[in-house]
């Protein structure tokens, strides 16, 4: 699972840093992600990058991984402390987008060393 977790910690630290090409090089082709926003999930490479587009240019999210499990299916879940920030770096009080800081489980199924599907686990 070390392997897995460090290609996951290095998702984090691209996201952090709205280094969209880097953390696609991670994804697989036909990756489905969660649409924490929306719901459902975007596909592919250009439905995640349409959909952090979108995010960021509405809000300032920021993800901090604080443990991680395997779980039952052999997934890995990151509990992740999520941060909402608006445009100017102060705490949102909009929460029209849907997201909003909290604690919350990210899971995220790997193919080939590469996230094939990331889920939320709203808790």
Sequence with gaps: MDDEIRV????????????????????TDDVAW??????GHVHGHEGVRA???RQW??????????AFQRAEDGAVVAEVIQTIRNLDGAPSQDQAHGL????????????DGKVARFDIQDG
Excluded at 9 to 22: Q, S, V
Excluded at 100 to 111: A, E, Q, S, Y
């Design 8 to 27: 996951i910690e290095g998702l984090y630290a691209r996201f952090n840093a709205r280094d969209i090409d880097g953390v696609l090089r991670q994804l």
């Design 34 to 39: 969660a649409n924490g926003m929306d719901g």
């Design 51 to 53: 959909y952090w587009t």
């Design 57 to 66: 240019s509405l809000i300032s999210p920021h993800v901090e991984p604080v």
């Design 100 to 111: 909003k800081d909290k604690t919350v489980g990210h899971v995220f199924h790997l193919r």
